[in-house]
């Protein structure tokens, strides 16, 4: 079974950083498009970046210029670095991973990113 396990998250006080992985196990074919994103409490789920297999990127408003997503296909890893961490990225973050050109998704259990003085 596919899995995804998300890891790297924790407290930091704003301006911080911290860098999030995404490590996917067992039979994966064809990625499609790897994507992050977050939810806190009381609001809806949002993407936070996103890159294909063409390693074309995208990203929210208000991460662009402090958050880098990546990848390392050799290893089926996804990262996403957080630079100038703000109270308002506070939630908990997850990973998604589509295969087969959408047929197939996947979700991690989410990490947990507290941004607080």
């Known amino acids: 079974q596919v899995q995804l396990v998300e890891s790297g998250g924790g407290s930091v006080q704003p301006g911080g950083s911290l860098r999030l992985s995404c490590a996917a196990s067992?039979?994966?074919?064809?990625?499609?498009?790897w994507g992050w994103y977050r939810q806190a409490p009381g609001k809806q789920r949002e993407l936070v970046a996103s890159?294909?297999?063409?390693?074309?990127?995208n990203y929210a408003d208000s991460m662009k210029g402090r958050f880098t997503i990546s990848r390392d296909n050799a290893k089926n890893t996804l990262y996403l670095q957080m630079n100038n961490l703000k109270a308002e990225d506070t939630a908990v973050y997850y990973c998604?991973?589509?295969?087969?050109?959408?047929?197939?998704?996947?979700w991690g259990q989410g990490t947990q990113v507290t941004v607080s003085s």
């Open positions: 998604r991973m589509t295969t087969n050109w959408g047929a197939n998704i996947y």
């Open positions: 067992g039979s994966i074919f064809s990625i499609y498009f």
């Open positions: 890159i294909t297999s063409s390693e074309n990127t």
